[in-house]
C-alpha cells in the first residue's frame, strides 16, 4: 500500500510559475514510475508527466513540453513537477499516482495509487 499527497498547487498569473509536489508513503517510491495527471470537471483524466524509477527516463505530453519538468528524490521519497510559463488552460486539478511497470506510462487506468490531488489555477 502506498499512499500519495500532492502539494503545492495554489493561484499564479499566467506566465508564473508552481512546483507541485507527490510525497509518498508506506512504500519506497524508487520502487514505482510514477505519473502526473490533470483533470478538468467533465473531462477525461490526462496525461502531464512520468518519469521512471531511477529518473533517468522522463515523458510529457506535448502541451507541457518545455514548459514542465518532472523529477524525483528517491532520498526524499517525492516526486516533483516543475510548472513554468504556465498558461489559463492549465487550470485545473492536479493529480500524481504511481504503479509498478513504466510500460503505457500515459495510461491513466493502469495505475495502481492515486493521491486526492492539488488545485491549480492560472488566472490572466
Known amino acids: 500500500q502506498v499512499q500519495l499527497v500532492e502539494s503545492g498547487g495554489g493561484l499564479v498569473q499566467a506566465g508564473g510559475s508552481l512546483r507541485l509536489s507527490c510525497a509518498a508513503s508506506g512504500r519506497t517510491l524508487s520502487s514505482y514510475c510514477t505519473g502526473w495527471f490533470r483533470q478538468a470537471p467533465g473531462k477525461e483524466r490526462e496525461f502531464v508527466a512520468g518519469i521512471g524509477w531511477s529518473g533517468s527516463s522522463t515523458y510529457y505530453a506535448d502541451s507541457v513540453k518545455g514548459r514542465f519538468t518532472i523529477s524525483r528524490d528517491n532520498a526524499k521519497n517525492t516526486v516533483y513537477l516543475q510548472m513554468n510559463s504556465l498558461k489559463p488552460e492549465d487550470t485545473t486539478k492536479y493529480f500524481c499516482?504511481?504503479?509498478?511497470?513504466?510500460?503505457?506510462?500515459?495510461?491513466?487506468?493502469?495505475?495502481?495509487?492515486w493521491g486526492q490531488g492539488t488545485q491549480v489555477t492560472v488566472s490572466s
Open positions: 499516482a504511481v504503479k509498478q511497470f513504466c510500460s503505457r506510462i500515459i495510461v491513466w487506468r493502469d495505475y495502481t495509487y
